[in-house]
């Protein structure tokens, strides 16, 4: 396990050494006037652009403002944005409010997914089954850039059953319809997964050796064949986290949340170089500790599973 760890961690290095030099690449390293980029539409003096020039060491090649911008990263320094904030601050006014956005959605997901698997996959063929499998196609036929906007219009509007917008101090309840909007990204998938992983324990020698005992129906499927159907769901939700993520940035945008989604579409909109960056290193660090966390977790799921 010692050895698994270190081998992750070098790979979890390597992994954000690329994936920061990528979106930093994409950001500045095409701009013929980086300080016009920077500055916007607004009019600059000699001695601001000398500024901006000291401060993202412009005067120096491509890999070397790449290099003093990491350097700063890793001293917690994420610089400042294009309206003058320093992004350390944005962040802490935005991640508290994607991560509750981020944690309804993911127990929505949870609950509908596995209890509607669960019971497509005891009932499959029948009525139910069929019903969700149409649901489902639905809803992955519906991208969120068209989910999103149409779930504000009508619920959120029209209808007024949910807020149309969220404050940063947003309750529960003005939360709930992003986090739906944001679960149907990934609930589709990880309904038939689950679906599809309690069909065929069902058919396991396992449960039929069970059943031969005399357990009942209910601690078998919800001990041993629900138990052994959560590994590639979890795998699944950790895997989705980007997929939550980005749709984070079309969610908050849609219905004005200020989190870290809201953060980026702004920063993509009005090329705040410094803004993206910063908050995609962030989501690029919590992404892979995530997907190490759900790792280690397959075995406390299934104690076959042995790291090496």
């Not at 081998?7 to 095409?30: C, D």
């Not at 600059?44 to 491509?62: K, M, N, V």
């Not at 850039?145 to 007024?160: D, E, N, S, W, Y």
């Not at 690029?284 to 790792?295: A, E, K, M």
Request: proline fraction near 4%.
């Amino acid at each position: 396990m010692f050895r698994y760890l270190i081998r992750r961690l070098l790979q979890m290095v390597l992994t954000f050494f690329g994936a920061t030099f990528i979106v930093y690449a994409l950001m500045f390293a095409n701009q013929t006037d980086p300080i016009r980029a920077l500055a916007g539409e607004r009019p600059i003096t000699d001695s601001q652009r000398q500024a901006l020039t000291e401060r993202y060491h412009l005067d120096e090649p491509f890999i070397g403002q790449y290099w003093h911008y990491m350097k700063a990263l890793l001293t917690g320094d994420f610089g400042i944005s294009l309206t003058n904030r320093k992004i350390s601050e944005m962040m802490a006014d935005a991640w508290p409010v994607t991560i509750r956005l981020a944690l309804i959605a993911i127990v929505v997901v949870a609950v509908v997914a596995i209890t509607a698997g669960v019971i497509s996959g005891i009932r499959r063929g029948g009525a139910f089954d069929n019903v969700t499998l149409v649901l489902t196609l639905v809803v992955l036929s519906m991208p969120i850039v068209v989910l999103a906007p149409l779930a504000r219009l009508v619920f959120g509007i029209q209808l007024g059953w949910f807020p149309p917008t969220a404050t940063r101090d947003a309750t529960f309840y003005q939360l709930l319809l992003p986090a739906l909007v944001l679960g149907s990204l990934v609930v589709a998938t990880e309904l038939r997964v689950t679906r599809s992983a309690v069909a065929e324990n069902l058919r396991s020698d396992y449960v039929r050796t069970a059943r031969a005992k005399g357990l009942t129906n209910r601690r078998v499927v919800g001990v041993h064949v629900l138990r052994n159907s959560l590994i590639p769901v979890v795998t699944l939700i950790g895997v989705d986290l980007g997929n939550l993520m980005s749709g984070a940035i079309v969610t908050e945008g849609v219905f004005n949340i200020p989190g870290v989604g809201f953060n980026l579409f702004r920063g993509i909109r009005t090329e705040d170089g410094p803004l993206v960056v910063g908050f995609v290193s962030v989501l690029v660090i919590v992404f892979l500790v995530v997907n190490l966390l759900v790792d280690l977790l397959y075995a406390a799921l299934d104690p076959r599973i042995r790291y090496e």
